[in-house]
């Protein structure tokens, strides 16, 4: 039986904690079945709200092949608040330039963006459960390529 020696668990901790991202209020990432977003197909996220001082950045986490065959991406978006009302927003996102080079982080055939959402901090007005939907909106109606779709929430650091 192998012994564990405490030293190099110790470092192996502090190099996990190191990796993660400060301030994350929320991450979550929905896998696409087979690499294909049909349009019919929503992607739900549901997120806790306490404190409505705070100020957030949202954003989308989307995770494609390489074989995608588009530089941008449509998105409907649905925001649910805990009194059942909802805002609907679009967006669109440049995923590769006119030359076909991929904007964020390229590791073989799987590209990673990270998408700020809006470009105004956001205050979620009431406490309690939020519901996040997402939708593709590309004449395409399957999208092959994508492989997770995420929604990450951050606090926003006063700025001193």
């Not at 990796?19 to 549901?46: A, M, P, Q, R």
């Not at 963006?113 to 979620?124: A, D, P, Q």
């Not at 909106?137 to 951050?154: C, E, S």
Request: aromatic residues 16%; glycine residues 4%.
């Amino acid at each position: 039986m192998m012994k564990r020696n405490p030293i190099f668990c110790f470092i192996l901790m502090l190099f996990l904690y190191s990796c993660t991202e400060k301030n994350v209020h929320f991450l979550e990432y929905k896998e696409i079945h087979d690499s294909s977003w049909n349009h019919s197909d929503s992607i739900d996220f549901e997120f806790e709200i306490k404190d409505t001082l705070m100020s957030y950045d949202v954003f989308l986490e989307l995770r494609t092949t390489t074989s995608y065959d588009w530089s941008n991406i449509f998105i409907f978006s649905d925001l649910t608040f805990p009194n059942q009302k909802t805002r609907r927003d679009t967006f669109e996102f440049e995923l590769a330039d006119k030359y076909g080079k991929w904007h964020g982080n390229k590791s073989g055939v799987t590209v990673e963006n990270s998408i700020k959402l809006y470009n105004k901090k956001v205050n979620f007005p009431l406490k309690g459960n939020y519901h996040f939907t997402v939708h593709q909106a590309m004449r395409d109606l399957n999208l092959k390529g994508i492989m997770d779709v995420g929604v990450k929430i951050k606090k926003v650091e006063l700025q001193h």
